[in-house]
């Protein structure tokens, strides 16, 4: 299942507060900006700075 856009339009970065972008197959939310993604588990969005990964580490869901 996919984040509804309802969500995807008021979630931000908690670092920068910038728009953030779904991954191929909504396992995770990209910062552009930051070069992060936030993991997505079980249709749940983990918004924390130490919780994500650096975008060129993501594998997707483990």
Known sequence: M???????????????????????????????RCKVVYPVKDDIPIMLVDQAVPEEEWTGSK
Do not use: F, V
């Open 2 to 32: 996919t984040l509804k856009k309802e969500l995807l339009d008021i979630l931000a970065c908690p670092q920068c507060k910038g728009e953030l972008m779904p991954k191929p197959g909504g396992d995770g939310l990209a910062c552009p």
